[in-house]
């Protein structure tokens, strides 16, 4: 109901002791919206490998090329809310993660290392965000 005073509605107060909880659907709603930026981030991270060295072509740039370009894909499908959108994220997920590991043991290089822990952070949090309950249909409205 609109306020006297200000015109502005009841249930748009989020703080004080008027404030409310997120209904189910703002819940996912944020989930979904976290998710898709830490996509993006992941996307990122991808080309960013592109540009650093080694620079010689081979499997790492096949890889960071066609993994970048499907999370950037997903990332702007997620909103359609289907299934198999997280069904094949979740997956190009759990393929990275267990690569993140054979790189981690391989290369000894400190920042590298970070960086992959930092990813495999973000990897667990998008997925985590994609399946918690509640979030079997994510859709933004």
Do not use: K, N
């Not at 997925?127 to 933004?140: C, D, F, N």
């Amino acid at each position: 109901m609109p306020d006297a005073t200000s015109g502005a509605t009841a249930t748009a107060r989020t703080t004080g002791p008027d404030a409310r909880r997120p209904s189910g659907r703002e819940g996912r709603s944020a989930r979904l919206r976290t998710a898709i930026a830490l996509t993006w981030a992941l996307a990122v991270e991808h080309m960013y490998a592109l540009v650093t060295p080694p620079y010689e072509l081979g499997i790492p740039h096949a890889f960071h090329l066609s993994f970048g370009i499907a999370y950037a894909w997903l990332a702007l499908r997620l909103r359609a809310g289907r299934r198999w959108h997280r069904v094949l994220l979740t997956a190009l997920l759990g393929v990275q993660l267990v690569g993140r590991f054979f790189v981690f043991a391989a290369i000894t290089d400190t920042w590298v290392r970070a960086i992959l822990v930092l990813g495999a952070l973000l990897t667990i949090a998008i997925a985590t965000l994609l399946w918690a309950a509640g979030g079997s249909r994510l859709r933004s409205h």
